[in-house]
């Protein structure tokens, strides 16, 4: 089922525009960091984003989106991914950054000592 399998807070398209049911679900399933929307909400220029970081569109199975909204999806979850490559790059820089000064601040005691 895509409502327990949705990434925290992601946005979840239902494939109608009555959200009671799905957001009952949402509810009962114990889901209730990810956002319920209709097709309708696909537009260009919209931001799918939660506490100033991009997060997924999950689709619901009988979603029946138009070209345009399907290009709306795709655009949201490619900006994710880079976002999630990025923060993957910044925290393995992070680490290195750490070892390399652990490795200094070791090899400076080791001369110290002589």
């Known amino acids: 089922m895509a409502i327990l399998s949705a990434p925290k807070g992601a946005y979840f398209v ?15 399933l114990g889901r209730e960091d990810l956002v319920v929307i209709g097709p309708h909400s696909l537009k260009r220029g919209t931001e799918f984003r939660r506490n100033g970081v991009n997060v997924p569109v999950i689709l619901d199975h009988y979603t029946d989106l138009t070209h345009e909204q399907f ?4 655009r949201v979850n490619a900006r994710v991914q880079r976002t999630l ?3 993957m790059y910044v925290a393995v820089a ?18 110290l000592l002589g």
């Open 14 to 28: 239902w494939h109608d525009h009555d959200l009671r049911v799905p957001k009952t679900m949402v509810r009962d």
């Open 71 to 74: 290009e709306v999806v795709e």
């Open 85 to 87: 490559a990025y923060r």
């Open 94 to 111: 992070r680490i290195k950054c750490k070892v390399r000064a652990g490795v200094h601040k070791l090899f400076s005691i080791f001369d």
